[in-house]
């Protein structure tokens, strides 16, 4: 089933996906704050309209990740499903 490379992207790709995650409800929270200060009108319509593309966003890059991950499920032993690599991870050197 796969080889270790095809593994790392589909962890990559997982970590981009909890990453936009967390960015988002740091955002929901942020305007949320902002809305009971005042600085926002309450369920400003530009508001749901950013919370709704980037659900979307969210839920088109979970469908991608599902289907890379049956990809790999159904591989042979070995043998690599694709070809590109993750990005390296950054230097702690820096």
Do not use: C
Request: aromatic letters at 6%; zero cysteines.
């Amino acid at each position: 089933m796969a080889v270790e490379n095809d593994y790392n992207l589909l962890v990559f790709n997982l970590n981009q996906v909890v990453q936009l995650l967390f960015k988002l409800q740091d955002e929901v929270e942020k305007r949320l704050v902002e809305e009971k200060a005042g600085r926002l009108d309450l369920n400003a319509t530009q508001w749901v309209n950013f919370l709704s593309e980037r659900v979307t966003l969210i839920q088109g890059l979970m469908n991608h990740l599902k289907e890379d991950a049956s990809q790999v499920l159904i591989s042979r032993l070995g043998e690599p499903v694709f070809n590109e690599r993750p990005p390296s991870p950054p230097s702690m050197l820096g």
